[in-house]
């Protein structure tokens, strides 16, 4: 462990999406950075598709794990695991889906398209699509994203192709397609952040079927572990530590944060100093440790003079209905997603609602067919055990999931804070999610769940289950306790009496504190957020080193 009285340049916490480009970016341009990460390094040769292992023992979890809920402040609390978040190096994108989507321009000026929303928090974002396209394409390139260009007729305009042919479709992508085709939509191929060929030292897909939810054993999958980091390491300007728990990041006589203190693998107390830290440990984890860095000088929290910090918080809710054929659908094999609609994507108030999302279809539970057994079981009296049981894992082969990626309105009320009674394994405060749905959230969940039927009785399905997921499906009497899409919770924006960073995810107040994570998103949009998030750490790293070199950092 080398003394904390060295000095990097930069401090990075969190190593997923956006702290990954950083630690790459950063390194290439040869300035020394040192990375925290909370959880364990697990090697690529330990990822497997033993559901039991991987997915429901959680391996890709790190103890301690913990997260209360309540749905307002005046709603008992509940104690679990809420956030699909993954605790090590890597971070949560090692067991992504992969679904690539640009936000749409008009994703980028919520409050300025719909003006103001009772009971939402509705706010433009300070950059446009415009400002992150060049930063889209890169991200593409170097994650090896796969799919056809201007197929999707309601997608952004691009400049670039995709770097990857689409993958091949199987038997339930084609009924997908053929339902869609009846109800007048337009199927295209989804962007997959998958290689479909050898591409960027990379093999290809080899279709064992177990994406999300799994690490990814051959690297075909794009990742911080696949891409980012193998690029930072041979630079010899990369000091990773793993498992590192921050606790604190204090604060200078001149206002600028001087490192970050952290528990080694031990329990043991730790500090490095650094010029500038990059905090990008998620939406629910970098307010967290932002609450939790008091001082003096900011006494409700670390950048938090404002009163923003953990405000907003964001997901995405995911309509789902599970539909049985009378043939072997092959969803078991191939990367999880491989067809799309985006039809019902456009906003439309006349549907009750407003905002909108995307349709794709999906391989069953990740190719988990006791996660799939489960989904089903509570549809069916006596299929929880034995017979029952074993009867719905027969139907595992014929089925597939219709499902939808739907955008959330934000709430000042929904947010992130520390939990006054409870604390984890190390004693530290756990975050506190008090959460509840809008009614636009409720009306669009309803209305997508719905034609997600339609779309599955068109393809031919002799079942259709409507499928409610633990902790992600809402209804009018259930707020969506947790998400593996996190949001919001530290806006970036013009003003710093409503936002926690500047439009270059510069704190407002503290000059070398940075964030690149999904917090900084003022809205959700209606697709996955991680290549946004990949995109704006490419934009941010492009500025940072523009400024280190003309010394005005």
Not at 49 to 71: A, M
Not at 278 to 306: E, H, V, Y
């Amino acid at each position: 462990m080398k003394d904390k009285t060295e000095m990097f340049d930069v401090c990075v916490i969190g190593t997923g999406a956006g702290g990954g480009v950083m630690i790459d970016r950063l390194t290439a341009a040869g300035m020394s950075v040192v990375a925290l990460e909370r959880g364990p390094q697990i090697s690529p040769s330990e990822f497997n598709e033993d559901e039991l292992k991987i997915v429901l023992r959680k391996q890709l979890f790190s103890p301690g794990k913990l997260e209360t809920y309540r749905s307002d402040t005046e709603a008992p609390e509940e104690t679990g695991n809420f956030a699909e978040i993954v605790h090590g190096v890597g971070g949560s994108i090692t067991h992504w889906g992969a679904w690539a989507w640009r936000l749409r321009p008009d994703e980028f000026r919520t409050r300025s398209v719909e003006g103001a929303v009772p009971g939402a928090s509705l706010a433009d974002w300070p950059i446009g699509y415009e400002d992150l396209e060049p930063y889209y394409d890169k991200a593409e390139a170097d994650f090896g994203v796969a799919g056809v260009s201007g197929s999707n007729p309601f997608e952004a305009k691009r400049l670039t192709a995709y770097p990857n042919p689409p993958h091949p479709w199987r038997p339930s992508s084609h009924k997908f397609a053929g339902g869609a085709k009846k109800l007048g939509y337009s199927p295209f191929p989804l962007p997959m952040a998958i290689n479909s060929r050898v591409y960027g030292n990379r093999p290809p897909c080899i279709n064992g079927g177990a994406c999300r939810g799994h690490g990814c054993p051959i690297s075909a999958k794009a990742t911080s572990m696949s891409v980012s980091l193998p690029r930072a390491i041979t630079t010899g300007k990369l000091d990773l530590r793993a498992p590192a728990m921050v606790y604190d990041l204090p604060v200078g006589k001149d206002g600028k944060l001087t490192g970050a203190r952290y528990l080694d693998s031990d329990g043991r107390q730790r500090e490095v100093r650094a010029r500038h830290v990059i905090l990008a440990a998620g939406a629910i984890g970098t307010a967290q440790l932002l609450l939790m860095s008091r001082s003096g000088s900011f006494p409700d929290g670390l950048a938090n003079g404002s009163g923003e910090v953990g405000k907003n918080l964001t997901y995405h809710h995911f309509p789902i209905v599970a539909a049985s054929f009378g043939e072997d659908l092959r969803t078991y094999t191939g990367v999880e997603a491989l067809v799309a609609v985006d039809d019902l994507h456009p906003s439309d108030a006349k549907r009750g609602f407003i905002r909108g999302g995307v349709i794709g279809e999906s391989n069953v539970a990740s190719n988990q067919p006791l996660m799939f057994g489960a989904l089903l079981q509570s549809l069916t009296p006596g299929a929880r055990w034995g017979a029952g049981f074993k009867e719905k894992l027969r139907e595992f082969p014929n089925t597939m999931l219709f499902t939808a990626i739907c955008e959330e309105l934000p709430r000042a009320e929904s947010r992130v804070d520390l939990d006054p009674n409870v604390k984890d394994q190390w004693g530290v405060a756990v975050p506190r999610l008090t959460k509840r749905q809008h009614e636009n959230d409720i009306a669009m969940h309803r209305y997508f769940k719905n034609k997600l039927a339609e779309l599955a009785e068109a393809a031919g399905a002799e079942k259709v289950h409507h499928v409610d997921v633990p902790n992600a499906t809402i209804d009018q009497k259930t707020s969506q306790k947790g998400s593996t899409h996190n949001h919001g919770t530290c806006r970036m924006g013009s003003d710093p009496q409503s936002s926690v960073v500047d439009k270059w995810c510069r704190s407002h107040e503290v000059p070398n504190l940075w964030i690149t994570d999904g917090s900084v998103f003022p809205t959700a949009g209606g697709y996955n957020p991680t290549l946004t998030i990949l995109a704006n750490a490419y934009r941010v790293a492009d500025r940072f080193i523009d400024e280190a070199r003309r010394s005005s950092l």
